[in-house]
């Protein structure tokens, strides 16, 4: 299956600013994904990336507040935006390819 | 609406012994995708086994086991002769579309195997 490489990490953020996280994935794959895991609890579907246009939504997230960008089939960005505490997650990335499903190491976000 | 439970908020076991991660699920299509995937301590989520809901034979990876039944909506997880680094959090998935990446998860199974 493909490797996803996910950056950064980690990361502690003041609120008020935003943080991009990027996903490369080492082979082309028809879809990606944005996981949120708040802490202690499951992963929430927060969007579908959508190559070359814009990601489709789940409820109750919004393209303002988490902005994703797909430009090809290898790479995707999403953008935590005006953070506040209650953003600090893991965030995940995921690609599948018909059945295949395989993530990114995810990033720990802490925002004070 | 799909749905996936883990009534099993946390477990835990000495080591040697097995345990049994339940799993159950709730959806309304006929063609579904279930999975088991380990969260470790530093935070990756790891794949453990993909099953279509048309292959119900039972699968056996080293101490590994998994029993799927469709009468009883259930996926449930088996570690044989548990070990301190099966100490993880296990999350079981369904995703209802062929592009597996997007699933629901279940809140997890946090399992403590101590020495």
């Known amino acids: 299956s493909a490797v996803i490489s996910q950056k950064p990490s980690r990361d502690i953020c003041q609120r008020g600013t935003s943080l991009t996280i990027q996903c490369q994935v080492d082979s082309q794959v028809t879809m990606m994904f944005w996981y949120r895991q708040q802490p202690g609890q499951s992963l929430t579907l927060i969007a579908t990336?959508?190559?070359?246009?814009?990601?489709?939504?789940e409820s109750g997230f919004v393209i303002d507040k988490f902005p994703i960008s797909r430009p090809n089939l290898t790479f995707s960005t999403l953008t935590v935006s005006n953070m506040s505490p209650e953003d600090s997650s893991i965030y995940l990335c995921?690609?599948?390819?018909?059945?295949?499903?395989?993530f990114g190491q995810g990033t720990r976000l802490t925002v004070v | 609406a799909q749905k996936v439970t883990q009534a099993q908020t946390e477990i835990s076991v000495v080591e040697k012994e097995d345990v049994t991660l339940d799993c159950v699920y709730e959806t309304r299509d006929t063609t579904y995708y279930l999975f088991w995937y380990k969260q470790p301590p530093s935070g990756e989520l790891v794949f453990l086994i993909r099953r279509n809901s048309f292959d119900e034979q039972n699968e056996i990876s080293g101490r590994y086991s998994w029993n799927f039944q469709k009468s009883t909506s259930s996926f449930n997880f088996t570690i044989t002769a548990s070990q301190v680094v099966d100490s993880a959090v296990y999350f079981c998935?369904?995703?209802?579309?062929?592009?597996?990446?997007?699933?629901?998860f279940g809140d997890g199974t946090t399992l403590t195997v101590k020495p």
């Open positions: 990336a959508n190559q070359g246009s814009e990601a489709t939504y």
């Open positions: 998935a369904l995703s209802e579309d062929t592009n597996a990446g997007k699933s629901t």
């Open positions: 995921s690609g599948s390819e018909n059945t295949e499903a395989f």
